[in-house]
């Protein structure tokens, strides 16, 4: 701000720069408002190191391969009243979970912590006796926000974070509160789980398995430098600054930035600030709309202009600004920020996070829920205020009405619903504090079900045709509405579960049996992401953002019968490496994608791709050579004979057998008889290709086959172990 001081960065940015070399393991986000489509197409691609495409279509399905394999918990919690639909519905694996701190009581409190966290993993050189070596090394990235995951929080508005890097291993003074604000949020959303039936919280506990392990250091450090403190609520925001850094905050200046007060006409928590700490000089932002009206309270802000050694403040002007430009529209002021600097002493102290100058943001019991960080700055240099005084007087005051963000608002509904895509079932809860009306719940199309009165917070099953209507409009949207009857309506986000087996994002992309073998067999990311890219272009996916996405040109390939068998077997070693792998590091969740799923490349979809004609070929109608890739999915049923369909129905009957025989993977298989049931049903249809090939080369094919398949489906040793 002022001559510079205050540092600048962009969010996502900062963020790819910490996460440069890593690998994220588990992700979890606290926010007030969500909007589940930005969230997806333009937050959580920061996370991945990987190539991804610049249509919107392709980009998404990429990035659903790559929470899938291996399997990264991520969870969204935000604020039953905060759902922005900007960006539309939520579409990939993220456990979105709506949380209702008031809802056993008629505190208008709300959920409104804005955290990042990020449990990430490198391989790093070895130190001491494993030098020379290279070992894991993990880390949690912890950060404080006043931004929303909205397009305005990311991308548009003023707004303020710090993150903390906590190492496996190492002390940290953020230990203890930030366990304690984990506990809480894991009480309170599991509240209304009836005995976990409801999400996992993997990301969750993920985490505060990491935090567990770490220990407690003590407050200060070398030069009696202030070591972060981490504020959750339990005590109100003027005595947790008191008792982490009370003697360094009196006596100095205060600078404040937040983008709303209370609607009266003084405010209390700045009177408590100012009684507390006895600052020299106060400076406060004035808030602006875009027109320059004040957004505070013409009451307030004259009180605040006759309290002694307070002022109000403006930004520098090219920091309220959109761009460069003198006419450029202005920026929003969204950051929450308490500086404490100069003074009595030559320290910088600056507390930050989500707290807005409220009552119901600073006090300790009945408020909302927030969070924050108190930094020491090492080095602070020329001690300034970052804002200029402000010496424009407002032309009009239009206060901001609170509610926007500093209070409960009437857009959400404590209805919860959730869908399990494994067993198609679904259920709902209500988690208000009231029990209650008859609920009519819709969507965009229409109505779809009631539900109601609820008396408690016990998950009801969704009847049969309620689960049906629901599976039939989650193909295409998360969002649902919710009215009592009195002409008003909420809007709530639809909690899915069993992700592996709701179809694939793009069921326009019909890859060829040819095309999944060959997936299969891709090793690295890179690789996976251009095969994907090439093929949604060819069929004319992703075409809306074609100006900014090239065009793939797809050569033609020879290939000899031999390569062509080899093929298959090649990529059904790879998938039974990958699901080995998998089993035996308890990913369960990429196992279930790769053998039982609905994605595009799944065994089930490649089984239902080679029985998708009705008429096979016979055994003497090969692909002729130099077909072109093109053809194969322009019409992938055709591109297999019923030499190629008996293989393919031969090497999946051998991969199940082979990992159903391992004593290990026991407990994984016995959990999903109803998935093995019906993988089984879909190797009946592909055997019937077994008697069409019989019957079309003559009368001693049967018994060959049948001497053929007891040697290809028992599993080869090699010679060394039978010389033994």
Known sequence: ????????????????????????????????????????????????????????????????????????????????????????????DVERVPVWPNRYSRHNAIFHAKNIFLLVEEEVEGRGRNRGTTEIRRALIFGCL???????????????????????????????????DLNRLLRTVRSGDDGGNGPGHSALLAIRDFVRRLEMRPTRGFGNLLYPQYWAGGQSLVDFLDDAAGGALR????????????????????????????????????????????Q???????????????EWGCLPADLGRLGS???????????????????????????????????????ARGGNWETGFLIETA????????????EEDPGEFQPRDDEQDGSATDAGSPLVIRFDWRTRSGSASWLGWTPSPTLRVGWSGGPLFDLGPFGDDAPVALDEQGAAALERILVSTSFLTVGDGSGESAVVLVQEEGMSHKPSLMTQLQLSPADILRYWSLLSPEQRAAFLESRALLLGLGTEDEELTPRVALGQEMESVFGRY?????????LERAVRAALESNNAVEADYRL????????????????????????????????????????????????????????????????????????YFAARRADLRAIEERLGRTATFRSGLAAASGPDMPAFLEWFEAKFVKRAESLERESR
Not at 296 to 310: D, F, K, N, Q
Not at 382 to 388: K, M, N, T
Not at 566 to 574: G, K, L, S
């Open 596 to 667: 039982f799923g609905q994605k595009y490349d799944s065994l089930g979809s490649l089984l239902d791709r080679v029985v998708a004609d009705p008429s096979p070929p016979t055994a003497c109608e090969h692909q002729p050579p130099g077909a072109s890739e093109a053809a194969a999915s322009a019409a992938p049923a055709a591109s297999l004979d019923a030499v190629d369909r008996y293989l393919i129905y031969l090497c999946a009957t051998q991969l199940l057998r082979e990992l159903q025989h391992e004593p290990r993977f026991g407990d």
């Open 146 to 180: 006043s931004a929303n995951l909205t397009r305005t929080g990311w991308w548009e508005n003023v707004e303020v974070g710090h993150f903390e890097e906590l190492p496996e291993g190492e002390p940290s003074r953020l230990r203890d509160p930030l366990l304690a």
């Open 325 to 363: 430009s003198q006419d450029a529209a202005p920026r929003t002021v969204h950051a929450k920020v308490y500086r404490f600097f100069g003074g009595g002493s030559a320290r910088e102290l600056i507390f930050l996070g989500s707290p807005n100058l409220t009552s119901p943001a600073h006090q």
């Open 251 to 294: 006596d100095a200046n205060l600078e404040i930035l937040s983008p709303y007060f209370d609607s009266g006409e003084e405010s209390k928590p700045l009177i408590d600030l100012v009684e507390r700490f006895a600052p020299r000089r106060v400076r406060i932002l004035l808030p602006r709309d875009e027109k320059g009206n004040a």
């Open 379 to 390: 080095d602070p240099g020329r001690l300034e205020f970052w804002l200029d005084p402000e």
């Open 1 to 92: 701000m002022t001559a510079g001081r205050a540092p600048r960065a962009v969010l996502s940015d900062h963020l790819a720069e910490r996460l440069r070399g890593r690998t994220v393991r588990a992700a979890m986000f606290w926010t007030y408002q969500f909007d589940p489509g930005f969230f997806e197409q333009e937050i959580l691609p920061v996370l991945f190191d990987i190539p991804l495409s610049h249509a919107k279509e392709i980009r998404l399905l990429q990035l659903e391969d790559a929470l899938a394999k291996p399997p990264t918990p991520i969870a969204v919690y935000y604020d039953g009243h905060g759902l922005i639909r900007q960006y539309g519905p939520a579409k990939l």
């Open 296 to 310: 505070v309270s013409a009451g307030l802000y004259a009180w605040v202009g006759e309290r002694p050694r307070v």
């Open 566 to 574: 080899a093929r298959y077997f090649h990529a059904f070693t790879c």
